[in-house]
């Protein structure tokens, strides 16, 4: 190609990247650097080898991620550094690393002085099973988070552990992530699960979270309610079909099914089995209804008059609403804005719930 040839093809080459190509400049990336996590060996996998502190620190965690219980380590350090080495390591590894804080026990160690190197065996005694191990997720985020606890609630699993990047939260924050992860539920919001906590090591940006979860019902009826509950949603929504104002003919049909009652039960399961509900069990109901109709709906809670109260946001063509079925009757409904019900005695966290402002 001749010098005339060769500067054209940089001219049309240039204008593919500003025009047609753009697109590829704008989109985020991400740069992925492999990291080998697999200590040195000897040859031998079962015989790791450390030339520092850090690198000991490294493979005693390598152990504890295999679930190991008898490892070797063959440390090339100063003779008189191993003792010290081998006692921080292990105590570093048991209280601040984030799997050892929350599956090992103890851990115990022996050194043989080699020519060269001195051979450590490492005893590790363990308090989680390996598929407890196995079960701890990744999660990073609020988001992560709050879809693993749904994922949770919604089979009823008696516990979740979790792994969380960039964690500077405490427990409060969690209880908090669990309550919003039930009402997002509202079918499987069968009562409130007792929540125990642990949070593992007590500091630092990357920890274990294990959360345990006591449920009000055995699990084999919490299955059945869950079933009976699917059904009449399902029979519910399509008679609601094609119907228009689709989020009060919802409400209407399920004050046709059952009544609101302060002193009644605080799932959508009670009003189709009980025929009433309490504030909360009316509006988990509703938003279960939404939910199977395909409509973006919420579970608000706040205060009526200084009392904990219970409704729901809705979406609608106008935008979204607030509409609480303890407040209406079967021929009437009332969709409310923001200020509207502010102006009716109702106080709730506004940053919590989509903004229902004016069409």
Not at 114 to 136: D, G, K, L, P, W
Not at 189 to 208: E, F, H, K, W
Not at 213 to 226: A, F, G, K, S, V
């Amino acid at each position: 190609m001749n010098k005339s040839g060769k500067v054209l093809a940089v001219l049309m080459a240039a204008g593919l990247l500003l025009t047609g190509c753009s697109a590829l400049l704008e989109r985020e990336y991400s740069q992925v650097t492999t990291h080998n996590a697999v200590p040195a060996t000897e040859g031998d996998p079962s015989i790791l080898r450390a030339d520092s502190y850090q690198e000991l620190v490294n493979a005693l965690i390598y152990f504890v991620s295999g679930g190991v219980e008898e490892g070797t380590v063959r440390l090339y350090t100063d003779t008189e550094n191993v003792e010290p080495y081998l006692s921080d390591a292990c105590l570093e590894v048991v209280q601040e690393d984030p799997l050892g804080a929350y599956c090992v026990e103890f851990i115990k160690y022996t050194v043989d002085p080699v020519v060269t190197y001195s051979e450590a065996r490492v005893n590790i005694t363990y308090r989680r099973t390996r598929e407890q191990v196995a079960s701890i997720v990744q999660a990073t985020g609020v988001t992560a988070i709050r879809s693993e606890l749904k994922a949770a609630l919604t089979s009823f699993a008696p516990e979740r552990v979790l792994r969380i990047s960039y964690f500077e939260q405490d427990e409060a924050f969690i209880r908090e992530l669990v309550r919003q992860a039930y009402y997002d539920v509202p079918a499987c919001a069968l009562g409130m699960p007792q929540v125990d906590l642990a949070i593992y090591p007590g500091s630092g940006r990357q920890r274990i979270v294990e959360i345990l979860l006591d449920y009000p019902l055995e699990l084999r009826e919490l299955t059945r309610r869950q079933a009976a509950l699917a059904k009449e949603l399902e029979e519910l929504a399509w008679d609601l079909t094609g119907q228009p104002d689709l989020p009060l003919a919802a409400a209407r049909a399920l004050l046709e099914l059952g009544e609101y009652d302060p002193q009644g039960g605080s799932s959508a399961y009670d009003l189709f089995a009980a025929k009433r509900a309490d504030s909360e069990g009316l509006a988990l109901s509703y938003a279960a209804l939404c939910q199977t109709l395909e409509v973006p709906c919420h579970v608000a809670q706040g205060t009526l008059e200084e009392v904990p109260h219970f409704w729901a946001v809705v979406q609608t063509p106008e935008g979204w609403r607030h509409i609480d079925l303890s407040a209406m009757n079967r021929e009437e409904g009332s969709l409310y804005t923001d200020q509207q019900l502010l102006e009716l005695g109702y106080i709730w966290d506004e940053t919590a719930l989509p903004a229902c402002g004016e069409s």
